[in-house]
């Protein structure tokens, strides 16, 4: 009878199956032990805002690191979807994913699995969690008359007062005013504030006001900032603004005690051969109230301010009984 040969696939089927749960599992414990470790070094972020189409919550979730897709995406243990691949560099990936229709002031916690090919098992993120907020279907943009720039014409130097006038929202939003004087100088303020332009030229300044949702309106005018005077001493029909004098502190609350210093330049007073006498002008460009001191022959001088506002000093210089000029002082002065 012939040989019979032996049956090579049966028996490494049965030598497979008697190893199996040996390099399996090893090579098991191998591949979830990399995949702890990968995610371990990937990182997940939550932000949540409005869609103002629907009124409703939305959340944009990033995840990045050495993870290869597929990755899925749980919200509140729930899963939600696989994530986008939006670039990878390397063996760096970057995904993002919009969860839309979220309902406006819940918290909501969101992880990322990946999920093992041998055994299905799902290995998790930390959890990161955010807040939706208020939203509303629609929103209207605030509006705003004008710009009105007091005064147009000002000599560098001096403060100017800028004011967005008749603003409103629709809807009621709390705004915020951005502003650009023109000369390089940008920040936020109030509707109502004060400027120095420290060169002259003309110089388009604009007030944008924004709302939380989005919403905005510019309004723009134009001021002419005059060089300042120098070499000769100002006149009572001439009387140019320079920097000249100081206040202490700069800010401090309703009541406190400020001390103003006036020093004039030297030019204006060195030919007056008789007494010296002041007055200070205080100006609230917030509530647009002014008010004077009575004449003093002292150049320092405490007041207490009552009203809360950005308030500019001015003051007149006078020579005997011929006033020779009037300053204004650099810094203004924040009561609040």
């Keep these: 009878w012939p040989r019979s040969r032996p049956r090579l696939p049966a028996i490494a089927v049965v030598v497979a199956v008697l190893l199996f749960p040996v390099c399996g599992g090893a090579v098991y414990a191998v591949a979830r032990s990399k995949a702890i470790r990968l995610l371990g070094q990937s990182a997940i972020t939550a932000s949540a805002g409005c869609d103002p189409g629907s009124g409703r919550g ?13 990755v899925l995406l749980f919200r509140d243990d729930q899963l939600v979807g ?9 063996e760096q ?10 309902s406006p002031g819940t918290h909501v916690t969101y992880r990322v699995a990946k999920q093992l090919w041998l055994t299905r098992e799902r290995l998790y993120t930390a959890r990161v969690g955010t807040t939706v907020p208020a939203c509303r279907a629609g929103n209207a943009a605030p509006t705003s008359e004008g710009l009105a720039i007091r005064p147009t014409r000002s000599v560098a130097g001096t403060p100017v007062v800028v004011e967005a006038t008749g603003v409103s929202d629709p809807d009621g939003d709390t705004l915020t ?6 000369d390089g100088v940008v920040r936020s303020g109030r509707a109502r504030d004060a400027h120095i332009f420290e060169n002259p030229g003309q110089f388009v300044v604009t007030a944008t006001l924004s709302d ?5 309106v510019s309004v723009s005018d134009s001021v002419e900032i005059l060089p300042r005077p120098a070499g000769r001493a100002p006149t009572a029909s001439q009387t140019p603004l320079y920097d000249a004098g100081s206040v202490t502190p700069l800010e401090g609350r309703v009541g406190s005690t400020f001390l103003v210093t006036a020093r004039p330049p030297r030019e204006a007073t060195e030919r007056c051969h008789a007494p010296l006498a002041y007055r200070f002008t205080f100006e609230n460009q917030l509530t647009r109230t002014s008010w004077d001191s009575a004449w003093v022959t002292s150049p320092t001088l405490p007041v ?3 009203e809360k506002g950005t308030v500019a000093v001015f003051y007149a210089l006078r020579c ?7 300053y204004a002082l650099r810094s203004l002065v924040r009561v609040y």
Excluded: C
Excluded at 177 to 182: E, I, Q, R
Excluded at 320 to 326: E, V
């Design 304 to 306: 207490h301010l009552d």
């Design 58 to 70: 939305e959340a944009r979730i990033t995840f990045s690191g050495p993870v290869a897709p597929p």
């Design 82 to 90: 696989e994530l986008t691949l939006e670039t990878r560099q390397d």
């Design 212 to 216: 939380p949702v989005g919403g905005t």
């Design 320 to 326: 005997g009984q011929r006033r020779i000029g009037q």
């Design 177 to 182: 005013v951005l502003w650009n004087f023109g």
């Design 93 to 102: 990936y970057k995904y993002g994913f919009l969860d839309r229709g979220l």
